[in-house]
Nanobody, 119 residues
Framework: QVQLVESGGGLVQAGGSLRLSCAAS????????MGWFRQAPGKEREFVAA????????LYADSVKGRFTISRENAKNTVYLQMGSLKPEDTAVYYC????????????WGQGTQVTVSS
């Protein structure tokens, strides 16, 4: 059974940092793109960042470029989202996702972790 389990969310002041983790299990993700999405109250879920498990240039939403970094630790089967210079508008539930390379949609989703940035 495939599982994506996020952790690391919390309350932080504007300008601060957080690192989210996504522990992936249940299959090999070597052919998958791992991503992060977020959903703020009353808004649609939006793309944040993505990177192929096998490596390559990561992608970022314009709103987080230069502030967030996606990375992975193969030995731990874990994907990270390092978030810096946080803003109140970054407040959202953050979801880890996995998409088979070449497929149209994301196949697996985590349960989400809340990030709240206070001003």
């Amino acid at each position: 059974q495939v599982q994506l389990v996020e952790s690391g969310g919390g309350l932080v002041q504007a300008g601060g940092s957080l690192r989210l983790s996504c522990a992936a299990s249940g299959r090999s993700f070597s052919s998958y793109t791992m991503g992060w999405f977020r959903q703020a109250p009353g808004k649609e879920r939006e793309f944040v960042a993505a990177s192929r498990w096998s490596g390559g240039m990561p992608l970022y939403a314009d709103s987080v470029k230069g502030r967030f970094t996606i990375s992975r630790e193969n030995a731990k089967n874990t994907v990270y989202l390092q978030m810096g210079s946080l803003k109140p508008e970054d407040t959202a539930v953050y979801y880890c996702t996995a998409r088979l390379v070449g497929s149209a949609g994301y196949d697996y989703w985590g349960q989400g972790t809340q990030v709240t940035v206070s001003s």
